[in-house]
């Protein structure tokens, strides 16, 4: 069993930054691919960004030219920069992790972004 632990959330106004984090409780070097999805009130969970095992990232459209996905594998870590944010970007982030053939998800973080 694999343990992912978001945090980084919390309340921004629109144009600020936050950064999450999604600590592994395993080493990430392996991994095939890390994700970040998010979840809004009353809407699917969608995909916002993935990185993938040799370094390879992908974006949802709305967050192109805003959003970071990173890894630091020393930390087993994966980071999500997220910059000028908006109020559409309100949600909860999750991370989720996949070692073929097991998928793994955190327990999510809020980002609320109001004025």
């Known amino acids: 069993q694999v343990q992912l632990v978001e945090s980084g959330g919390g309340l921004v106004q629109p144009g600020g930054s936050l950064r999450l984090s999604c600590a592994a409780s395993?080493?990430?070097?392996?991994?095939?691919?890390m994700a970040w999805y998010r979840q809004a009130p009353g809407k699917q969970r969608e995909l916002v960004a993935d990185i993938r095992s040799a370094g390879s990232t992908n974006y949802a459209d709305s967050v192109k030219g805003r959003f970071t996905i990173s890894r630091d594998n020393a930390k087993n870590t994966v980071y999500l920069q997220m910059n000028s944010l908006k109020p559409e970007d309100t949600a909860v982030y999750y991370c989720?992790?996949?070692?073929?053939?097991?998928?793994?998800w955190g327990q999510g973080t809020q980002v609320t972004v109001s004025s």
């Open positions: 395993r080493s990430i070097r392996s991994i095939d691919v």
């Open positions: 989720n992790g996949l070692w073929l053939p097991y998928n793994y």
